[in-house]
Every structure is written in C-alpha cells, then in structure tokens.
C-alpha cells in the first residue's frame, strides 16, 4: 500500500471562526485581495475585520463560474495594488478564482502556459502566493483542494489550473455562514459534496485516510442534507453540511472522482449549468452503470462490496445492499427537486459530443473502472 495525502496548510472549523480572520491574514501580508461571489455584501463582515486589523483591500466579485478572462484581469489589479495575499470568501467558484490568481501573481507568463487541455500544462515555476479560502457554501470543498476549474467560452470547455503549491495556507470553515444559503441552492451544494464523498470513495485511487472522510461524511450527509435545505437555520444541520464538504474535499484532492464529474466538466463548459445540480442529476445514474458494468465485467472487482457500504452508510441500515443505497440516491435527489439535464437545454442530440468530451476528462482516471461508450451513452441519456 502506497499513498500520499496532502491538503491546506491549515484548516480552521467552527461556528465563529471568521471572528479571527484579521491577526490570520496579515500574518501573510498587509495588502489583500479579496475574491467575492456574485452578492459581495455576503464579504462585508470579513472586509470589516481585516479593516480592523490593518489590512489594504482590494475588492474582485466573481459572478459566475470564473473565465480565463476573469482570472486575468483580477491577477492585473491585484499586481497593480501591490497584493500580497488573496483571500477567497464564497461559492466554489470564488475560492477557484482566488486560488487560480494567487497562483498567477507570483508566476512569470500567460494563463495559457499552465491551463490544462486548453493550454499548454506547463508547471508552475513558483510557488502560489498565499491564499486564504472561506466558503459560504457547502459543496466543493474547494478549501482544500490544488486545482481550480476555470471556463474557457472561447473553447466550451472547462479546464484546470492544477499544482500542489496551490493548496491555500488556510482553509477557515465557518458553518454559521451558510445559514442564509437558499433551500435550492443548499440542495444543489449539498449533492456535490455527496457526490465528492461517493466518488472517491469508489475511486481507484482510495485508500485508508479518504475512506475514513467519506464514511464520516456521508453519515453527515444522510442525517442532515434536507434538514438543512428544508430548515437553513438548523445549527446542526449546516454544521454536519460544512464538515462533509471539507471532508469531501480532502478526499477527492487526494484519491480523485469519477464519472460524474468527468461528465459535470465537459456539461458546464457547453451549457449554462450550475455544478451542483448537474452532479445531482447524473448522479443516481452514473452510479447505476458502474455498478451493471463491475458486475458484467469486474465481478470480483474490490470496489464492488464499496456499494453496499455505502448503502449501509447512508440508510443506517447494517444489512443493506447495493441496490437500496442506490434507491436511496434516486430518492433523495427527487425529493430535494432538481431538474434533469434537458433543463439546461441538453438533448439526446448533444450526447455524443458530451460523451466524446467525458471520455478524455481528467475525472474518468479515478473511476473504479474504464466505462464504455455504450455505457458512457446510457448514463448520461438516463440523466436527461
């Protein structure tokens, strides 16, 4: 057995924590930029507090999933401010952004050099500058993971900047700021970090210390995922949702995911899709057709007794089986409400080329094991 586990310097959890965010920052320098979502009054209280403690701002809001473009222009300004650290405080997609400019900002050259599949994947020459990551949703994990995902809308694609150095120096997880998250936005957060508790769990790269997070996550996940949409003051609940997507998080950066985010990538840079519902959708069905394709052509696979586990994870159930966990899946990603993927304008028109684009995504490397067009066709047909 051989394995390698790395994740943020420093990973700081609980209700509160932001309290202490001004002495954390400027420990790493006195002139900031802060990476905000769409609604950056949701930074207000984190710009007051490093205010307080000294700190030089400079203000970005990421609207969306972050371009290639936004990442370029939001390196210019943070040069020209003099920043010296990047703090990210929002969704996925604003922790992405200010991980892909902290690393940008001490490296000589274009976006493009070191872009995977659009570009040219060079390595980073210089370690990222320091990054803070805060999430205000619980979904990505992208507190603790190396990479960022970025749209390329000039390529439809989505693609990553990826390098250890890229791991922020501090993850601060503090459930008491997704209190006021939206139910169908919690809903769709929620069954990405599920998704992310899954996967590697049934990755071909898992090992002792990513099982242990998923298992623990996805306890915390079926106890408290539609507690949390159907009640977002529910401390409890958003504290259970907080901690399984740091654990998520921890575990896809160090055993990888599979086909449901090999399909989500490719989707998300064709249609104007949100990552979370599309996890959501494909993911009752991907887990489907990997489970028919181990048994047809693996039975003897390690990861086939993984279903049960799970099963007996989520349900509670000490006997369950795989097809129950996967009916509680279904179950659940219907009660919760979430379209199908023809709502973002995907058609059975559009499968090949989604199929064709899934097939080469980083994601598919960690899938228990090589699915097949045919298979890779019914998944996301199913989906629809």
Known sequence: MRFEFATATRIMFGPGTLAGIGPLARAHGRCALVVTGRDGARAARLLELLRAAGLAITTVAIAREPTTDDITAATAAARAAG??????????????????????????????????VVGRAQPLPHAAAPCVAIPTTAGTGSEVTRNAVLASPAHRVKASLRSPSMLPRIALVDPELTHDLPPALTAATGLDALTQLIEPYLSNRANPLTDALCAEGL????????????????????????????????????????????????????????????????????????????????????VLPRFAEIARLVTGAPHATAEEGLRWVSELVASLGLPTLRAYGITTADVPAIVAAAAQASSMKANPLV??????????????
Do not use: W
């Not at 900002?105 to 995977?116: I, K, S």
């Not at 949409?229 to 160090?254: C, F, Q, T, W, Y």
């Not at 890779?376 to 199913?382: Q, Y």
């Open 83 to 116: 920043c010296e650290v990047v703090i990210g405080c929002g969704g996925g997609a604003a922790l992405d952004a200010a991980k892909a400019i902290a690393a940008l900002l001490t490296n000589p050259g274009d976006l493009l050099d070191y872009l995977e």
């Open 219 to 302: 306890r915390r996940v079926a106890r408290s995922l539609r507690r949390a949409v159907e009640h977002g003051h529910d401390a409890s609940a958003r504290e259970d949702m907080a901690l399984a997507s740091l654990h998520g998080g921890l575990a896809l950066a160090n055993a990888g995911l599979g086909a449901v985010h090999g399909f989500a990538g490719p989707i998300g840079g064709m249609f104007p899709a949100p990552h979370g519902a599309v996890c959501g959708a494909l993911l009752p069905h991907v887990l489907a057709t990997n489970l028919a394709a181990l048994r047809a052509r693996a039975p003897q696979s390690p």
């Open 371 to 384: 699915l097949t067009t045919v298979e890779l066709t019914t998944a996301v047909t199913a989906a629809l």
